[in-house]
């Protein structure tokens, strides 16, 4: 199993990334998506989850409104779209996908992990 995180990269505040996650050795659509992210020093932090069949998306507040969650089951691959991206965005994003919608926002839950994509926002 592995989960390709990419997009990731150094942009300017307000500017907009937009993270993949392929999926291969699973089969994604069974999976609900998630993707955490991660400073040095601190927790794992939960960003967005998607539901298996993407009609349940749940966003963390710091990102609601500015973060969009996405999903294209026949290409195995999830998207996190970053629009208004600032300073404190900046983090190593990752995916990780849990059998269950439920336990979307516990680091703990997650079935399998990528490996991070780095997103710095510079001021």
């Known amino acids: 199993v592995q989960l390709q995180a990419s997009g990731g990269g150094l942009v300017q505040t307000g500017g907009s990334l937009r993270l993949s996650c392929e999926v291969s050795g699973l089969t994604s659509r069974v999976y609900t998506m998630v993707w955490f992210r991660q400073t040095p020093g601190k927790e794992r932090e939960f960003v967005s989850a998607s539901s298996s069949g993407g009609d349940r998306t749940a966003y963390a507040d710091s990102v609601k409104g500015r973060f969009t969650i996405s999903r294209d089951n026949a290409k195995n691959t999830v998207y996190l779209e970053m629009n208004n991206l600032k300073p404190e965005d900046t983090a190593e994003y990752y995916c990780?996908?849990?059998?269950?919608?439920?336990?979307?926002?516990?680091?703990?839950?997650?079935?399998?992990w990528g490996k991070g994509t780095l997103v710095t926002v510079s001021s």
């Open positions: 990780a996908a849990d059998r269950y919608y439920a336990s979307r926002g516990d680091p703990k839950s997650m079935d399998y």
